[in-house]
Structure formats: C-alpha cells, structure tokens
C-alpha cells in the first residue's frame, strides 16, 4: 500500500484498531504525525564482551551459552525465571520477570548475546536482558538504535517496526516529501528531507544523525518564521 503523511495508521500492516488507539495517546493519528515522532535518543550496540569483561553498572552485551535447565517460581502473583550462562571466562546469572516461555526457549549448550546492566553479586547477575542470537546481534553491532516516547501497552519494538514500514512506504517513489528546493539545500549543505528522516530513525552513524538533526532544525526555523510573517 502506497502512503502518504495523511494515510491513517491503520493502513501500516500490523497495526489494528487496537494499536491505533495506543498511538493516538501520543498523538499519532496519521503517518506524517509517525514520521515526526522522532527517537528521544539512542542505544549505541556495543560490541560483546565475555563474561570476565562484563562490568557492574554497565549495560554490556555478553556472548554466551546456556548452562541447565532455566528454574522458575512464584513470588506472590509474578513467575521468576532464573539461569545460568557463561563461557571459557566464568558464569553468570539472569533472572527475568513474567516471562514463562523463556524455561522452553533456553536449552543448555544454545550460545546468544544477552544484553542489559550488569550488576554486583557472586556470580555477577543480569535482570530482564535482551536477548539475540549471535548472527542477530552482529548486525545491529556499532549501530544507533531509537529509543521511543512510549505509552502503556506500546513497545520501542513494535514503533520502530511501524516508522521501517511507513518510510518504505512514502520514500519508495522518490523524495516525495521534500519542500526545499534543490539550491536552497546545495546553498545550506543540506540534506534532502526524505534521506533526514530515514537517518533520524535509523542512523548508521553519528554522522547521519547530525546531518538528520541539521536538516529537520533547519525546516523547524523555517516554518516557523514563516508564520511570524504570516501573522505580521
């Protein structure tokens, strides 16, 4: 489905009714409200460390694998799950929170990267991580990932999904959202409005999201003192 800023959000695959109305709490309604909902910063993905390199208060992302059978119980209403991983460099413990499935999907021997803050203890522990398998983590290794404003029932995942499929969308014509033209952008050194929001949301580097930010501040002045002079 080809879109535009005024399409409705329900016109992005995966995103129902349901949905719609969690957005809305963020004010989103359409796609250009979603295009605009820029990250309120980012998590860099650091590169993996073992598990001797893992310090305390730190987030780290560690490389290892699954040693046992992951053990849950009850406390009060919530089901903790508790194992053990490491490598040739020692162990550590995770716990996570409400997630059941998690005692099937931890075999021992499997290897992934978990990454989250290390904390203090013997053997040092991790809470509630993330979890990758090592080929899924490679990729995303040195990049900037968006962190989003969120409401109840609303995940970072779920929106960064949504903005991939909606900037598909609207930039797979071309550059159909751009209102500068091209000397103004040749005579500031900007870059084109559809490449500075692809570079907002998905950065490769720091680079990009300076050159994103510099182009988005630029048209924010600029309307802006458009309307003063429409007001005058």
């Known amino acids: 489905i080809k879109m535009d ?21 963020l004010h989103i309604m359409t796609v250009g409200q979603l295009l ?3 990250p309120r910063d980012y998590d860099k993905m650091e590169s993996t460390v073992t598990v001797s390199g893992l310090v305390p208060g730190r987030v780290c992302a560690v490389r290892a694998s699954v040693i046992g059978t992951p053990s849950t119980k009850h406390v009060r ?7 053990q991983a490491g490598d040739a460099t020692g162990l550590f413990r995770i716990t996570f929170f409400g997630m059941p499935y998690l005692r099937n999907m ?3 021997g499997m290897t992934y990267v978990f990454r989250g803050v290390c904390q203090e203890g013997k053997p040092l522990r991790m809470e509630q991580p993330r979890i990758y398998k090592p080929e899924e983590y490679a990729l995303l290794q040195g990049t900037l990932q968006p962190r989003y404003a969120l409401t ?3 995940t970072n995942n779920g929106v960064s999904k949504a903005m991939r499929k909606a900037l598909d969308s609207v930039l797979s014509e ?8 091209e000397e103004i952008r040749n005579e500031f050194q900007l870059i084109p409005l559809g490449e500075a929001l692809e570079k907002i949301h998905f950065p490769e580097n720091t680079q990009d999201l300076i050159a994103a930010r510099r182009r988005l501040a630029f048209d924010e002045f600029l309307l802006f003192f458009l309307a003063l002079r429409k007001v005058k």
């Not at 800023?5 to 957005?23: D, H, M, Q, R, S």
């Not at 071309?174 to 033209?181: A, T, Y």
């Open 152 to 154: 109840m029932g609303l």
């Open 36 to 38: 605009t909902h820029y």
């Open 5 to 25: 800023i005024n399409t409705e959000l329900t016109a992005i695959k995966g995103i129902g009714e349901k949905t719609a109305g969690l957005f809305s709490k």
């Open 77 to 83: 209403n919530l089901l903790i799950t508790t194992v």
């Open 174 to 181: 071309g550059n159909r959202l751009e209102i500068l033209p």
């Open 106 to 108: 931890l075999k021992p």
